[in-house]
C-alpha cells in the first residue's frame, strides 16, 4: 500500500518561508505526477503545484506563481513545495497526492478527484 507523508506545515508572519516535504514509500515518484494541493477552511481544495519528474513537467497556480517551486530528490523519492514570501491568504492545509499519469495544466486550481494517494495534510498558518 503506497503511502505519503508530509512534514514541514508550521506558523509563520507573512513574508517568511516554509518548505513542505512528502516522503513516499511503496511508489516511485518518477512515474507519477505529483501534486500539492491546499484546502482553507470553507474553500475547495485546489492544486497549487504538480510535477512530472519524469519530464521535469512542471505547473504552478497563478496565486503561488514566483513565490512557490516544487522539487524532488529521487534518491529520498520524496518531493518538496518551497514557499516564499507567504501571505495570509496561503493560509491552508496542505496535502501532496500522487497520481500514475502525466502532470495537466488542468491539475492546478482543480480539487485533484483522480488523484490516488494522498498524504495526510499539514497545516500552514501565516500571519498578517
Known amino acids: 500500500q503506497a503511502q505519503l507523508v508530509e512534514s514541514g506545515g508550521g506558523s509563520v508572519q507573512a513574508g517568511g518561508s516554509l518548505r513542505l516535504s512528502c516522503a513516499a514509500s511503496?511508489?516511485?515518484?518518477?512515474?507519477?505526477?505529483i501534486a500539492w494541493f491546499r484546502q482553507a477552511p470553507g474553500k475547495e481544495r485546489e492544486g497549487v503545484a504538480v510535477?512530472?519528474?519524469?519530464?521535469?513537467?512542471?505547473y504552478y497556480a497563478d496565486s503561488v506563481k514566483g513565490r512557490f517551486t516544487i522539487s524532488q530528490d529521487n534518491a529520498k523519492n520524496t518531493v518538496y513545495l518551497q514557499m516564499n514570501s507567504l501571505k495570509p491568504e496561503d493560509t491552508a492545509m496542505y496535502y501532496c497526492?500522487?497520481?500514475?499519469?502525466?502532470?495537466?495544466?488542468?491539475?492546478?486550481?482543480?480539487?485533484?478527484?483522480?488523484?490516488?494517494?494522498w498524504g495526510q495534510g499539514t497545516q500552514v498558518t501565516v500571519s498578517s
Open positions: 511503496s511508489i516511485t515518484y518518477s512515474t507519477y505526477c
Open positions: 510535477r512530472y519528474p519524469r519530464t521535469f513537467t512542471t
Open positions: 497526492a500522487a497520481s500514475r499519469r502525466a502532470c495537466y495544466a488542468r491539475d492546478v486550481g482543480g480539487s485533484g478527484r483522480d488523484f490516488g494517494y
